[in-house]
């Protein structure tokens, strides 16, 4: 009963800080532009600059972790 009354206090609140909030019109906007796709196209990788970051042993091997089992 207590959450009842603390609920309802709430509502009671809650529509009073509403009657503070003008009425207002909705606003439509009429636009051409529906469903507008865009080229699908990637990036070009260059893979010297992602070896940048890789670690890589003295024979030039890059050097990945494998994936651990759980």
């Known amino acids: 009963m207590k959450i ?6 709430i ?3 809650f529509s009073k800080a509403l009657e503070n909030i003008p009425e207002l ?12 796709t ?3 196209c990637g990036e ?9 970051n890789a670690h890589v042993d003295e024979n030039g091997n ?3 972790e494998k994936s651990k089992w759980k």
């Open 4 to 9: 009842e009354k603390e609920a309802e206090e």
């Open 11 to 13: 509502l009671k609140k």
């Open 25 to 36: 019109e909705e606003t439509h906007y009429i636009v051409d532009n529906v469903n507008l």
């Open 38 to 40: 865009r080229p699908d």
């Open 44 to 52: 070009e990788k260059n893979s010297e600059k992602i070896l940048r």
């Open 62 to 64: 890059v050097i990945a």
